[in-house]
Structure formats: C-alpha cells, structure tokens
C-alpha cells in the first residue's frame, strides 16, 4: 500500500453546457499506473512506452515488451488505455535503436520517423502492445506525426500485426505536437481515429525554443497563445474525432482552463496534477 492515500475523484465532471469533461492519466510505468488507478483517472490517456525501455542497451524481446506494458496497464483492467508506440530520439534517447548522433536531434529522426526507420523493431512492438492490450479498450498513438502519409504505413503495419495475432485491431490515432500536422489537420482527419495533442513538444516547436532549455524555460508557457490556438484550431477541424490534450498543458490550471474554453473535453495528465485540475470545475455550476 502507499504511504500516502491519493487523492480521488470523478472520472469525468458535466460541464454547465451538459457536456462531459473527462480527466485521463499519463504514465510512464506500473506505479504510475497504480497511482492513476487510485486517482480515479477515466483511463491511461498516455501509455509513455518508451520510459520501460531506456535502460536497455539491447532490444527487448517481443516477449519482454508485452510483459512490461502488461504491467503498466494492469491497474486499468477494463478500462481505456492509450499507448503510445515508442518515442525515441531527442530528449528520449532509446539506446537499442541506434539512432544516428545528429546535430539537432528535436529536428531530427525521431518518434514515428525513427519507427518508420526500424520495420522490424515497430512489427513487434506493435505485436506486444496488442497482446498486453488484452482484456482492456486499447487505443494506439502515433508520436512526432507530420505527414499523412505516416499515419498510412503504420496502419498498414497496425493491421498485419492483427492479423498475426489474431487480435482486433484498436482505434489508430496521432499525436497532434508538430505545427504542421495541427496546421493541416484536414489531411489528417480521414487516416485518424482520433488526435491527442501533445503541448509539450507543440510548444517546442511553435516558439522555436528547446524544450528544458534552462535559459529559455520563459518560453514553457502551456498557456502560450500561439499554442493554444493551435490547439483551438485542432479541436474546430477534428470534426468527429476525438481530441484530447496530453501534454503539460492538461495539468496546469490556466492553460487546462483555455483549452477547455476551446472546446477540449478529454485531459490527460500525471496523477498528480488529477486532484488540482478536477477543483477547478468541481462545485462550480
Ligand atoms: C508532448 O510532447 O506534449 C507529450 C505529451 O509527449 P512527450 O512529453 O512524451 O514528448
Ligand atoms: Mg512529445
């Protein structure tokens, strides 16, 4: 048990317009996911993969991969789960890829463009996510998209992997964290499920400013406008695919407070930030 109780709550809270506002989870591993569980998350809104992995120097076994994320989800039996395929590359170096040293690493091969490097490595991490999905209402996210064309490929991979497995196939969705893809969100919408957009890395790159920058830690702002109008212009253009918000921005009360003005219904944060985001509509009415 933990030393401390987590503080719960509502899964989801009506908002005065009648519609539901959901509070999801982010996590990077089985305590995480305890701690979410315990939170009263509405499901894992960010399954961060690649966190299981950054200490291995070799590739883990398909085997392996299925294990670790089966144990990330086991807190939500049941219950929605978002797993995102591995992130590598910038500030998540994944040692097995070998990804090549670059000079600008935030602009370089990273998430689906390194998966889309690695057939064989994202074949079977899509196989381990399916299996270790199991017994859950599994989603699957595409990091670091740009292009529709990406979302095209790894769907055609989601779906081999299916039918290797002989699981149905989940809701197939993209990371919305690069300003092209929000910025031409009707090419996306017809290869999407759904849209998860991430603050963190869309900041990044809409202020041009390195993320943990220490000297430009001014330009973090999740409430930034810029950003935040993006985000708006990705909730108006989504049409009826769902968006949810999983980067910092979800957890921080004025940045949470706009995107919900926007339109946003679905926010996904660390466990953490769940109690403090909830009391800012909770009572009101
Ligand atoms: C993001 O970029 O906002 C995000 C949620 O992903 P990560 O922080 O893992 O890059
Ligand atoms: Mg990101």
Partial sequence: TPAQAASTGPASIILPDGCGLEFWANVAGPKDAALAAQSGAFGIGLARTEMLFLDRVDCPPEEEQTARISAMLAPFKGRPVTVRLLDAGADKPVPFLHLAPEENPALGVRGVRALLKHPDFTAAHLRAILRAGQGHDLRVMVPM????????????????ACQETGLPCPSLGAMVEVPA?????????PVCD?????????TQYTLAAERGHQ????????????????????????GSRP???????AGDPQAASRLVEEGVRKLSMGAARLGPIRALWQGRD
């Fill in 145 to 160: 998209v740009t292009f529709p064309k990406e979302m095209q490929t790894l769907r055609g991979w989601l779906e081999q």
């Fill in 181 to 189: 893809a929000a910025l031409t969100m009707p090419d996306l919408v």
């Fill in 194 to 202: 759904f849209f998860s957009i991430g603050t963190n890395d869309l």
């Fill in 215 to 238: 000297e430009l830690a001014a330009f973090a702002n999740p409430a930034n406008d810029a950003v935040i109008g993006l985000c708006a212009r990705v909730v108006r253009e989504a």
């Fill in 243 to 249: 968006v949810s918000v999983c980067g910092e921005a």
